[in-house]
């Protein structure tokens, strides 16, 4: 660690904290981890990590100082907790009486990264399992535990930068690569710097600009700049990774695991998930390349589109559009990496991620049905048909008109943007549920006509992939299915009260009074309309399609085990 009298006696002076390795090292060389802990501290009863993990567990160096001096004791769920981040009971009495000499064990702040059994902690988490928890965090699957989370912060890195670079295919400086090898993670850092980072449409794009990528990614690597005709080469296409211009609380690896994002949860922690999730999307796909519009602007749309939502509907909201923003993009990039490899581009994606967040803006929380029977203003304007769906397409498309930003003007020679305009449009008007039908239908037939799946027509394939997301809660976990459908239940009973209101008879199922239980309301839908939906998606997704096959099984099994007949009533 390079760390010698002097360098250490001058951090002392300037109360710069030491990483954890650097204490380990200390240690090795005699020093007492706790004495200098004490030098920097002061008054302080732990050390920074420590007091790092007690915040994450949600208690205060205050909180247990007051309690131990109370005699009050700690709840089991509080122990197991403290636990968890490396404190037994014994061990928070020595460090803030001090009543005994820290033990060797105590020195060893590996225990506060280790939230395993005691027994079970290794001599001392090595390297190794630093680099082999990068490599999992840079696969397609893994993701990181908690106390992987830790060592590799103790790297001075912290977790939330390493997902943004990974994400962004971003680079590490000269001194990070320094400190990340010599944790010995030089190979998940060749990696990174390999043009694996860059898909093959985008390889497209930026070959179409007379460079290989590698001499770019060598050049970017590098640092080494390009001479102006290669710049003009390039046109506006943005060779650098793009500064972050938003602060991510998801990564492209949670959104490729299935159930690695729950939009529930992510509208719980900001205000805005729909602007979180499309964002994500298009940093981490390099969409910056593809669309002309700068991403300022991209920005300022992706927000008026969910604030063009409205909140307070308990369904047809921003977190509905952010949870088939999200759903669009997993079905979508699981077809890309099976059966339809090469069949996708990165326009596509394009189309079907900005049809997914339109699809329902503006929504008023009642269906079509609705509108018409109460001859609404907008029933009007649309003579009955698809209204909503009519309504959703042109407030959106008006949004982008009157804020001047062309979310579809793109740097390749084709498709022309009027097509990709109408492919939306047509996305749109089929997440209408009056031709679900004919939908399933068409697509279960194509799916047995072509055992070459990429023979299946394109605009017929994106318009189901934009459908199912659409309708697919039941393909989540369980948990988050059971709120989704409380949600849309209780629009349709809100709706149900409004036409008792205007004089009119709700159908049974909006009717507080006469509606079936949930269950059995919910039973029905999955096995009638969800099922024959998945089928063809099941058979194009292949192995892919595993765990929302699962959660629907599951899904499915939960209604079915619950009591689908109204309690008896008392009177
Ligand atoms: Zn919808």
């Known amino acids: 660690m390079g760390l010698d009298e002097a360098s250490i006696q001058q951090r002392l002076e300037d109360r710069e904290p030491f990483t954890a390795d650097e204490l380990f090292s200390l240690e ?47 709840s089991d769920e509080e122990l197991k907790w403290l636990q968890k981040g490396g404190f037994t009971l014994a061990k928070l009495i020595r460090r803030v009486f001090g009543t005994s000499n820290p033990t060797k064990e ?34 397609d699957i893994g993701l990181l535990s908690d ?18 670079r990974l994400a962004l295919g971003d680079g590490f400086t000269e001194e990070e690569l320094e400190r990340l090898e010599s944790a010995g993670l030089s190979a998940s850092l060749q990696r990174l710097a390999s043009t694996e980072t860059i898909s093959d449409s985008e390889r497209q794009v930026l070959e179409s600009c007379g460079l290989p990528v590698e001499e770019i990614h060598r050049r970017i690597m ?27 609380l998801i990564t492209k690896n949670q959104m490729d695991v299935w159930d690695g994002v729950d939009v529930l949860d992510l ?10 999730v499309f964002m994500t999307i298009w940093y981490s796909q390099k969409m910056s390349l593809l669309v002309k519009a700068k991403t300022e602007k991209v920005q300022e749309y992706v927000r008026a589109v969910e604030a063009g939502y409205h909140r307070q509907n308990p369904y047809h909201n921003n977190s509905h559009a952010a949870e088939v923003t999200l759903m669009t993009y997993q079905i979508w990039t699981y077809l890309s990496a099976g059966s339809f490899k ?21 929504h008023p929380a009642t269906n079509n049905d609705f509108l018409v029977k109460t001859k609404a203003e907008l029933a009007l304007r649309y003579h009955d048909t698809a209204v909503l769906e009519n309504f959703h397409l042109a407030t959106a498309f008006q949004l982008m008109r009157s804020r001047s930003i062309s979310m579809l003007d793109h740097n390749l020679p084709s498709p022309p943007v009027t097509s990709l305009r109408r492919r939306i449009v047509e996305i749109v008007l089929a997440t209408d549920m009056a031709v679900h039908k004919k939908q399933v239908d068409d697509m279960a037939r194509s799916v047995e006509r072509h055992t070459n799946r990429q023979e ?59 509606a079936p239980p949930l269950p059995k309301n919910q039973l029905g839908f999955l096995q ?43 009177g």
């Open 28 to 74: 090795s060389a005699g020093f007492d981890p706790e004495e200098l802990h004490r030098r920097l501290h002061g008054e302080s009863c732990f050390s920074p990590s420590e007091l790092q993990t007690l915040a994450l567990i949600g208690m205060s160096e205050e909180d247990i100082v007051r309690r131990l001096l109370a005699g009050e004791e700690f």
């Open 106 to 139: 105590d020195g060893d702040l590996s225990r506060s990264f280790w939230l395993g059994p005691e027994d079970e902690m290794p001599e001392r988490l090595t390297n190794q399992n630093m680099a082999m928890a990068l490599q999992r965090l840079m696969s």
């Open 147 to 164: 106390e992987e989370h830790y060592m590799l912060e103790s790297c001075g890195l912290s977790m939330e930068e390493m997902q943004r």
């Open 222 to 248: 590098t640092g080494e700049d390009f001479t102006e005709d290669e710049v003009n080469r390039k046109n506006s296409t943005e060779m650098k990774p793009e500064p972050l211009q938003f602060d991510p």
């Open 267 to 276: 509208d719980k922690k900001c205000s805005e998930p729909l602007f979180q």
């Open 342 to 362: 090469g069949y996708f581009e990165q326009v596509d994606l394009l189309v079907v991620l900005l049809a997914a967040a339109i699809h329902d803006i503006g």
């Open 456 to 514: 299946i027509d394109k605009r017929m394939l994106e318009q189901y992939i934009v459908h199912t997301a659409d309708v697919g809660h039941p393909f989540r976990p369980v948990p988050q299915h059971q709120e989704w459908a409380r949600r849309v239940n209780e629009e349709f009973l809100q709706q149900g009260d409004r036409e008792k209101e205007l004089g009119f008879t709700p159908i049974e199922m909006f009717d507080r009074e006469k």
């Open 528 to 570: 009638f309309v969800i099922q024959p939906l998945w089928k063809p998606m099941e058979a194009l997704l292949d192995t892919k399609s595993r765990p929302a096959s699962l959660f629907l099984q599951r899904n499915i099994k939960v209604w079915q085990d619950e009591p689908t007949e109204n309690p008896p009533s008392d």
